[in-house]
Every structure is written in structure tokens, then in C-alpha cells.
């Protein structure tokens, strides 16, 4: 990324920096924790030996165990979790609504819809199709709301409500898919709840193309996105053409959220907590915390779904119904201290 | 094998983490074949840690002499008594909790959340997997039971049972099959879910020539179990009411005192019968008992 420097600042950057990489080593040791904890104890000196190479590494049920079902698992959670997260962050800019949230624009609907489509039609290999279904209808639904909000963002709110209709509209079929296939209501209802317990190889793959080239398309803009705080006159006088912009700043976004909602179902509030928690320890507007933003975000991810895994344990818990468990009591605490501070 | 692409990534310790997998295939002379729920199973020897994650799986293995094989049973498989109940979880099964109690064979419910993903993750961990899919009628039962007989060892145990129960289902029938149809309503819960002829328990009523007023309602689910109308469910005047939810506090009581119940000619004979908990819906050796309990719930009913 080129260094155009705008922020004459040099303490502030330094600091800045630092929580960067307080961020990175977090997320490390979240990761370290999620291949270590399991409802199968494993000798940890073995799972780092395993990881790095080293003589000495796990063999048979154990490795396969770590290297095939924990390690795509906690590279999958934290992948989701980066993209929520800074799609989150990049939405809340761009509509300059500190509610906003990856789901906005009909995205959840439309990808609902799609894997209720999948479940609900497909006999055998339900879950192979489920993650293209489930992305084309989400990415479908939210061209779908750019196409009726007509001028795409002469006026945001147009955005937000023809997101909003259609988003209803995506969840009025979804439930009559599921009214006529009662078969279907479990499986649809645990993905809307969020899992990543279909995490392999080949998910982790894919997603992780989709998901780190949106992440590096919103950092290489991150610096423009503050402009977008100012009015789009103000934009335009320091060169930035405000609407290109926003197009591609959504579209990157919608991206890293539809990808993330196709391999591990609609997992909440992560696109709101993080953004906002970051915000509150740099006291940044958004965009120059973003990758510190994604690493956060995937280390939330990383520990609800070790939460996931284990506090149930020998079930599964439904990783959604942790986020928003510490989610939205946090995001609550943040409304109030922030009403208090004014 | 490279499993990646070594992309640049944002996250460095996608990068650090990155290593070379192997993975081994094996093979036995004396492997066993099991088809099931539509999978095929492949066993070098016979099972003694068994894990069942289904109900009904747990009965038939009880019932065909398997029991002693059995070193866990999920959190709903409560018969027989015997049985090692434990917390894990049949509908949402947690693949490392599974291999922590090392089985050599887990039996899995096609119906449950992520079945295929979880089949996978377990046969990657070399313990082999039997799918269980919920029949569709009574041969699909008896195939299940023949299924678990041939994984288990028990081929000769499993069709004594399946005899058994063949024998003892048709000698109820034959007294018990009314000669003229009587209409009747299963309800799975008070807000009129039901089950049509195209079901398993459907087949059950069929059987004794009992007519299922939710036939009309076919189609509006695919795979059988419509949510009726109330309205419809009034003119449609059943004269009999089967709950399957009785054990959630439904009864004569409750369902009289809906609004339009009390012209129905079941309300008014009192034809409301309360199904038996569980046993509707465990499709093993104890089918021969839900057919002996309709048999005496409309046994005076004409």
C-alpha cells in the first residue's frame, strides 16, 4: 500500500501501529488456544511440534483430528470473522450509520433464501451445494436492491430502505420453502444460527480467496473511506470521487460478507461489536483501524466458536447464539457510555 | 500432496501455520459391507465400541443382542433401560467428542444437522460410519434391523427379530383391521402440524383401514407432515383424534375446549386418544407395540 500521508502526527501513527500489533498477537494467541482446546485433550508441546514440523509431531487420529477438523475450523472462524468485522466497519462509513451491519442490504435475506433453496431441493448433497446457493443469493439480493434504489447513492437511505424491502421479500419465499418442506426447518434453522462445523479444507480454500482479496481491496482504500465522513463536496475537493468510491467499497464488502455467510451460515453482531470496540480503544474514525479491525474481528470468531465447540461439549453449541449473547449486552454498553460521554 | 496455495495473506499466521498433510488408505481381506440410509459402509471386523447416535438404532441393537457392543447411546435413546445413555447429542453431534471415547463404529442419523459433514469428518478419523435414514414404511424398518444384523454380527439374531415382529404385526391386524374406514386425525401439535398416508405413521393407520382426514393437505408438505387449518380440520370431522403431543399437555380436556372441537364427533364420542410417549416415532422391535396400542384404542369404535 503507497504511503500518502495525510496525518502529520507521527506519535498518534506510532501508537497506532502498536495496537496493530497488539491485534496480530492476540489473534496468534486465540489461534494457538483454538487448536488446543477440544473436547479430545491433546499434548500441546505436540500440537506446536505438529504445526511447525518439528520432529516429535502428532501422528494417526491425533493429527488428523488437529490438522484436518481443528485447524480448518479456527482458520475458517477467523476468516468469517475478519470479513464481518470489516465489512461492518467499511458499512458503517459508507452509510455513515454506526448501526449499520454486513447483513444490511438484503445480503442475510437473499443468501437464506439461497441455501433454503439448497436444502430444500436437493436430496442427497444438501451441504455441498449450500455455500454456492447461499452466495449467489445473497450477492443476487443485493444487486437486486441497487437495481431498485435506481441513482446508487444519491441518497444512502434509498439504499438502506429498498435493502430493507428486499430483504423481506427474500425471507417471505424462504418461509414458505420451509412451510412446504417441514424436513427442511432444522438444517435451515441451525444455519441461520450459524456453523462452522462444516469447516474442511475445501471451505477454508475458497473462502479464503474471496475473503483476503476484499479484505486487501478495503485496506488499499481504507485511507480514502475517512474522506467519505465529510460531505461529498468536501470529498471532491481533496480528489476523491465520493460515489465510486462508496460502489466499490460495498461491493468489496458484500463480497467478504456474502462469502463469509455461504461457508458458516449468519453469525451476528460481529460486524458491529468489533468495528465499534476497535473504534473505542484508537479513537479512530474507522478506516486506518481496519486490518486491526480484521484481526480482532477474526479473533472474536476464533473464541465464540471454541465456545462453541466446548461449552456444551459433547453438542454443539450454535456459534451465533454466542456472538450475540456477548455481543449485544457489549454493543448496549457501548450505546450508553457513548450517550454518556455527550 | 500440497494442500495450498500460498498466497500472500493478510493473516500471517494462516502462513506460519501451513503444513504438509499425509493421509493413508487401508484395506482388509475380510471387510464387511453394509448398505444403509443410502451410504455403504465398510467394516474389518466386527464392531465392540459401538456408538449409536439414533433411538431407534439403540432398540434394534438391544433387540437383535448387539447391546453388549455398545459403549454409548445418545441423550434421547432412552430404551431400553440398560442402555448407556450419555450427553451426546444426536441432533447436533460433535465429531471430537465422538472419537474421545475411541468407537469402532458410530451409527448416525441422515436427518441430523450436517450428517454428511460429520460422516466425513469421522471417516477421516478411520471409525467408520452407519447411516440411519427414518423409514418410509414398514420394510424400510425391517431393512434397518437386517442393516444393524450384518454391521454387528448378529445376521441370524436380526432376522429372528424382523420374523418376529412380521408375525406378530399381521396376527393384530387380522382382528383388528376395521371393515369399514373410520376417519381419523394425528396431531403432532396443537397447532395442527399432521402426518398424511405417505408417512410412516400414516402407513401405521392405513393399515388398519383408518382414514387420515390430512390426505386432502397432501403435497402442501413434501415430505408429509402439513400443517392443517383449523377450519378445515372442523368440517372435516374426524372421528377419532390421535395426540402425539399428549406428552406435551394435550387432551380430552385441552382440545374440547378449543373453539368448534366440541361438534366434532371425536370430541363428542370421546375418541381422543392419547398416543404413548416415544414409541410412535422408534421405528424398531417396539413398532409391534404401537400397533397393539391402536389395535385397543379403536377396538370399540365403530
Given at each position: 500500500m503507497s504511503e500518502q500521508n495525510q496525518t502529520p502526527m507521527p506519535l498518534s501513527r506510532m501508537w497506532s501501529w502498536r495496537i496493530t500489533f497488539a491485534a496480530a498477537l492476540i489473534l496468534l494467541l486465540v489461534v494457538v488456544m483454538g487448536l488446543s482446546f477440544g473436547p479430545i485433550s491433546i499434548n500441546f508441546q505436540r500440537i506446536l511440534r505438529t504445526l511447525l514440523g518439528l520432529p516429535g509431531?502428532?501422528?494417526?487420529?491425533?493429527?488428523?483430528?488437529?490438522?484436518?477438523?481443528?485447524?480448518?475450523?479456527?482458520?475458517?472462524?477467523?476468516?468469517?470473522?475478519?470479513?464481518?468485522?470489516?465489512?461492518?466497519?467499511?458499512?458503517?462509513?459508507?452509510?455513515?450509520?454506526?448501526?449499520?451491519?454486513?447483513?444490511?442490504?438484503?445480503?442475510?435475506?437473499?443468501?437464506?433464501?439461497?441455501?433454503?433453496?439448497?436444502?430444500?431441493?436437493?436430496?442427497?448433497?444438501?451441504?455441498?451445494?449450500?455455500?454456492?446457493?447461499?452466495?449467489?443469493?445473497?450477492?443476487?439480493?443485493?444487486?437486486?436492491?441497487?437495481?431498485?434504489?435506481?441513482?446508487?447513492?444519491?441518497?444512502?437511505?434509498?439504499?438502506?430502505?429498498?435493502?430493507?424491502?428486499?430483504?423481506?421479500?427474500?425471507?417471505?419465499?424462504?418461509?414458505?420453502?420451509?412451510?412446504?418442506?417441514?424436513?427442511?426447518?432444522?438444517?435451515?434453522?441451525?444455519?441461520?444460527?450459524?456453523?462452522?462445523?462444516?469447516?474442511?479444507?475445501?471451505?477454508?480454500?475458497?473462502?479464503?480467496?474471496?475473503?483476503?482479496?476484499?479484505?486487501?481491496?478495503?485496506?488499499?482504500?481504507?485511507?480514502?473511506?475517512?474522506?467519505?465522513?465529510?460531505?461529498?463536496?468536501?470529498?471532491?475537493?481533496?480528489?476523491?470521487?465520493?460515489?465510486?468510491?462508496?460502489?466499490?467499497?460495498?461491493?468489496?464488502?458484500?463480497?467478504?460478507?456474502?462469502?463469509?455467510?455461504?461457508?458458516?451460515?449468519?453469525?451476528?453482531?460481529?460486524?458491529?461489536?468489533?468495528?465499534?470496540?476497535?473504534?473505542?480503544?484508537?479513537?479512530?474514525?474507522?478506516?486506518?483501524?481496519?486490518?486491526?479491525?480484521?484481526?480482532?474481528?477474526?479473533?472474536?470468531?476464533?473464541?465464540?466458536?471454541?465456545?462453541?465447540?466446548?461449552?456444551?461439549?459433547?453438542?454443539?453449541?450454535?456459534?451465533?447464539?454466542?456472538?450475540?449473547?456477548?455481543?449485544?449486552?457489549?454493543?448496549?454498553?457501548?450505546?450508553?457510555?457513548?450517550?454518556?460521554?455527550? | 500432496m500440497s494442500r495450498f496455495t500460498k498466497s500472500r495473506s493478510l493473516i500471517p499466521i494462516v502462513a506460519i501455520l501451513l503444513v504438509p498433510f499425509t493421509s493413508s488408505a487401508h484395506a482388509d481381506a475380510h471387510t464387511t459391507i453394509v448398505k444403509s440410509g443410502g451410504f455403504t459402509t465398510k467394516l474389518s471386523a466386527i464392531p465392540h465400541r459401538i456408538i449409536s447416535l439414533s433411538p431407534t438404532a439403540t432398540e434394534n441393537l438391544f433387540a437383535i443382542g448387539a447391546g453388549p457392543q455398545v459403549i454409548a447411546v445418545d441423550s434421547l435413546s432412552n430404551f431400553p433401560k440398560n442402555a448407556p445413555m450419555s450427553k451426546l447429542s444426536a441432533f447436533t453431534p460433535n465429531v471430537e467428542a465422538l472419537a474421545a471415547k475411541k468407537p469402532d463404529l458410530v451409527i448416525l442419523s441422515v436427518d441430523s444437522t450436517n450428517s454428511g459433514a460429520t460422516r466425513k469428518a469421522l471417516e477421516l478419523l478411520k471409525i467408520p460410519v452407519l447411516m440411519e435414514k427414518a423409514p418410509l414404511q414398514l420394510a424400510d424398518a425391517y431393512a434397518e434391523i437386517l442393516a444393524i444384523g450384518q454391521a454387528t454380527g448378529k445376521v441370524v439374531a436380526a432376522k429372528a427379530v424382523i420374523a418376529k415382529m412380521k408375525n406378530a404385526i399381521s396376527r393384530i391386524l387380522a382382528s383388528a383391521r376395521k371393515s369399514t374406514p373410520i376417519s381419523f386425525f394425528h396431531e403432532l401439535d396443537s397447532t395442527l402440524y399432521s402426518a398424511t398416508s405417505e408417512t410412516f405413521i400414516g402407513h401405521v393407520y392405513s393399515d388398519f383401514n383408518l382414514v387420515n382426514i390430512a390426505d386432502k393437505a397432501q403435497g402442501a408438505d413434501a415430505s408429509g407432515y402439513p400443517q392443517l387449518s383449523a377450519e378445515y380440520l372442523v368440517t372435516a370431522n374426524p372421528q377419532i383424534v390421535f395426540l402425539a403431543d399428549a406428552q406435551y399437555g394435550e387432551n380430552m380436556k385441552t382440545v374440547s375446549n378449543r373453539p368448534g372441537w366440541s361438534g366434532i364427533d371425536a370430541v363428542k364420542n370421546v375418541h381422543v386418544i392419547s398416543l404413548p410417549d416415544d414409541i410412535p416415532s422408534r421405528w424398531g422391535p417396539r413398532l409391534v407395540d404401537f400397533y397393539s396400542f391402536i389395535a385397543g384404542a379403536i377396538k370399540n369404535i365403530n
Amino acid at each position: 500500500m503507497s504511503e500518502q500521508n495525510q496525518t502529520p502526527m507521527p506519535l498518534s501513527r506510532m501508537w497506532s501501529w502498536r495496537i496493530t500489533f497488539a491485534a496480530a498477537l492476540i489473534l496468534l494467541l486465540v489461534v494457538v488456544m483454538g487448536l488446543s482446546f477440544g473436547p479430545i485433550s491433546i499434548n500441546f508441546q505436540r500440537i506446536l511440534r505438529t504445526l511447525l514440523g518439528l520432529p516429535g509431531s502428532l501422528e494417526g487420529q491425533d493429527r488428523t483430528l488437529l490438522l484436518y477438523l481443528r485447524l480448518p475450523r479456527v482458520i475458517l472462524a477467523g476468516l468469517v470473522g475478519a470479513a464481518l468485522a470489516t465489512s461492518g466497519a467499511v458499512y458503517q462509513s459508507v452509510f455513515r450509520n454506526p448501526l449499520a451491519d454486513p447483513y444490511l442490504l438484503g445480503t442475510a435475506a437473499g443468501a437464506g433464501l439461497g441455501a433454503t433453496l439448497a436444502i430444500t431441493s436437493s436430496h442427497a448433497n444438501i451441504y455441498s451445494l449450500l455455500p454456492l446457493f447461499s452466495f449467489i443469493g445473497g450477492v443476487l439480493a443485493v444487486l437486486v436492491t441497487f437495481f431498485i434504489s435506481g441513482r446508487f447513492f444519491a441518497e444512502p437511505n434509498s439504499l438502506l430502505l429498498s435493502g430493507i424491502a428486499v430483504g423481506s421479500f427474500a425471507t417471505a419465499i424462504q418461509t414458505y420453502l420451509q412451510q412446504r418442506h417441514s424436513n427442511a426447518l432444522r438444517p435451515v434453522y441451525s444455519w441461520i444460527l450459524g456453523e462452522l462445523t462444516a469447516a474442511n479444507w475445501t471451505v477454508v480454500r475458497w473462502s479464503a480467496i474471496y475473503i483476503l482479496l476484499a479484505i486487501a481491496v478495503l485496506i488499499s482504500i481504507s485511507k480514502q473511506l475517512d474522506g467519505l465522513m465529510l460531505s461529498d463536496e468536501e470529498s471532491f475537493s481533496l480528489g476523491i470521487n465520493p460515489n465510486r468510491l462508496r460502489v466499490i467499497a460495498v461491493l468489496a464488502a458484500t463480497l467478504a460478507t456474502a462469502t463469509a455467510v455461504s461457508a458458516s451460515g449468519l453469525i451476528g453482531f460481529v460486524g458491529i461489536v468489533v468495528p465499534h470496540l476497535v473504534r473505542g480503544i484508537t479513537h479512530r474514525v474507522t478506516n486506518r483501524s481496519l486490518a486491526t479491525i480484521a484481526m480482532i474481528g477474526a479473533s472474536f470468531l476464533v473464541l465464540a466458536d471454541l465456545g462453541a465447540r466446548t461449552l456444551l461439549s459433547p453438542a454443539e453449541l450454535p456459534i451465533g447464539v454466542i456472538t450475540a449473547f456477548v455481543g449485544a449486552p457489549f454493543f448496549l454498553f457501548v450505546l450508553r457510555r457513548k450517550r454518556v460521554s455527550q | 500432496m500440497s494442500r495450498f496455495t500460498k498466497s500472500r495473506s493478510l493473516i500471517p499466521i494462516v502462513a506460519i501455520l501451513l503444513v504438509p498433510f499425509t493421509s493413508s488408505a487401508h484395506a482388509d481381506a475380510h471387510t464387511t459391507i453394509v448398505k444403509s440410509g443410502g451410504f455403504t459402509t465398510k467394516l474389518s471386523a466386527i464392531p465392540h465400541r459401538i456408538i449409536s447416535l439414533s433411538p431407534t438404532a439403540t432398540e434394534n441393537l438391544f433387540a437383535i443382542g448387539a447391546g453388549p457392543q455398545v459403549i454409548a447411546v445418545d441423550s434421547l435413546s432412552n430404551f431400553p433401560k440398560n442402555a448407556p445413555m450419555s450427553k451426546l447429542s444426536a441432533f447436533t453431534p460433535n465429531v471430537e467428542a465422538l472419537a474421545a471415547k475411541k468407537p469402532d463404529l458410530v451409527i448416525l442419523s441422515v436427518d441430523s444437522t450436517n450428517s454428511g459433514a460429520t460422516r466425513k469428518a469421522l471417516e477421516l478419523l478411520k471409525i467408520p460410519v452407519l447411516m440411519e435414514k427414518a423409514p418410509l414404511q414398514l420394510a424400510d424398518a425391517y431393512a434397518e434391523i437386517l442393516a444393524i444384523g450384518q454391521a454387528t454380527g448378529k445376521v441370524v439374531a436380526a432376522k429372528a427379530v424382523i420374523a418376529k415382529m412380521k408375525n406378530a404385526i399381521s396376527r393384530i391386524l387380522a382382528s383388528a383391521r376395521k371393515s369399514t374406514p373410520i376417519s381419523f386425525f394425528h396431531e403432532l401439535d396443537s397447532t395442527l402440524y399432521s402426518a398424511t398416508s405417505e408417512t410412516f405413521i400414516g402407513h401405521v393407520y392405513s393399515d388398519f383401514n383408518l382414514v387420515n382426514i390430512a390426505d386432502k393437505a397432501q403435497g402442501a408438505d413434501a415430505s408429509g407432515y402439513p400443517q392443517l387449518s383449523a377450519e378445515y380440520l372442523v368440517t372435516a370431522n374426524p372421528q377419532i383424534v390421535f395426540l402425539a403431543d399428549a406428552q406435551y399437555g394435550e387432551n380430552m380436556k385441552t382440545v374440547s375446549n378449543r373453539p368448534g372441537w366440541s361438534g366434532i364427533d371425536a370430541v363428542k364420542n370421546v375418541h381422543v386418544i392419547s398416543l404413548p410417549d416415544d414409541i410412535p416415532s422408534r421405528w424398531g422391535p417396539r413398532l409391534v407395540d404401537f400397533y397393539s396400542f391402536i389395535a385397543g384404542a379403536i377396538k370399540n369404535i365403530n
